[in-house]
T-cell receptor
Framework: AQKITQTQPGMFVQEKEAVTLDCTYD???????LFWYKQPSSGEMIFLIY??????QNATEGRYSLNFQKARKSANLVISASQLGDSAMYFC???????????????FGSGTQLTVLP | DAGVTQSPTHLIKTRGQQVTLRCSPK?????VSWYQQALGQGPQFIFQ???????QRGNFPDRFSGHQFPNYSSELNVNALLLGDSALYLC?????????????FGQGTRLTVV
């Protein structure tokens, strides 16, 4: 079984500052992927960044970076230079990776509501 | 290039009724997954369809069923609606053998059961 824990129900950050959203996970699968999604009030889940369990380097996508610490089973999202448009719910998710290369179903955490202050 | 599209965007049904939600995957994708997101919670996996068959299923009762068509589009059916079925239903599409980053979501269908 897989489990994702996000312990920060809400976070505030000043515009242009960096913020870290915490995510810890638990799985018995030897190969897995970790995802972060952004969900604005409109409801759509927007993919932000992905980290594979065997990736040697931490993933980065523009202002987003994933601080992957495998031994601690953590996959924190770092957003640099926050913008007002970053205000949204953020979800950490994971999936076991099967031999075909595609992901199984995603297991999501409970989310963190980020508010960027002007 | 159209992304994942879902219809309808909003729906109100009465307890005991049946509902059908629809999803068209992103062009080139062959796998469709459905998720239920209750208010204030993370999405919960319902099931996944590939090659017109249900490949994986989450912990949902048989009242939840689905279908995938030859063009890869999919339907989610819920029978005997309960008040607790009120949620945002999200569809995600991906490609078997594709990069694991390629799981795109639609905007969701907000179902309200009264």
């Amino acid at each position: 079984a897989q489990k994702i824990t996000q312990t920060q129900p809400g976070m505030f950050v000043q515009e242009k500052e960096a913020v870290t959203l915490d995510c810890t996970y638990d799985t018995s699968d030897p190969s897995y992927g970790l995802f972060w999604y952004k969900q604005p009030s409109s409801g759509e889940m927007i993919f932000l960044i992905y980290q594979g369990s065997y990736d040697q380097q931490n993933a980065t996508e523009g202002r987003y970076s994933l601080n992957f610490q495998k031994a601690r089973k953590s996959a924190n999202l770092v957003i640099s230079a926050s913008q007002l448009g970053d205000s949204a719910m953020y979800f950490c998710a994971m999936s076991a990776l099967i031999s075909s290369g595609s992901a199984r179903q995603l297991t999501f955490g409970s989310g963190t509501q980020l508010t960027v202050l002007p | 290039d159209a992304g994942v599209t879902q219809s309808p965007t909003h729906l109100i049904k009465t307890r005991g009724q049946q509902v059908t939600l629809r999803c068209s995957p992103k062009s080139g994708h062959d796998t469709v997954s459905w998720y239920q997101q209750a208010l204030g919670q993370g999405p919960q996996f319902i099931f996944q369809y590939y090659e017109e068959e249900e490949r994986q299923r989450g912990n949902f009762p048989d009242r939840f069923s689905g279908h995938q068509f030859p063009n890869y589009s999919s339907e989610l059916n819920v029978n005997a609606l309960l008040l607790g079925d009120s949620a945002l239903y999200l569809c995600a599409s991906s490609l078997v053998g594709g990069r694991n980053t390629e799981a795109f979501f639609g905007q969701g269908t907000r179902l309200t059961v009264v």
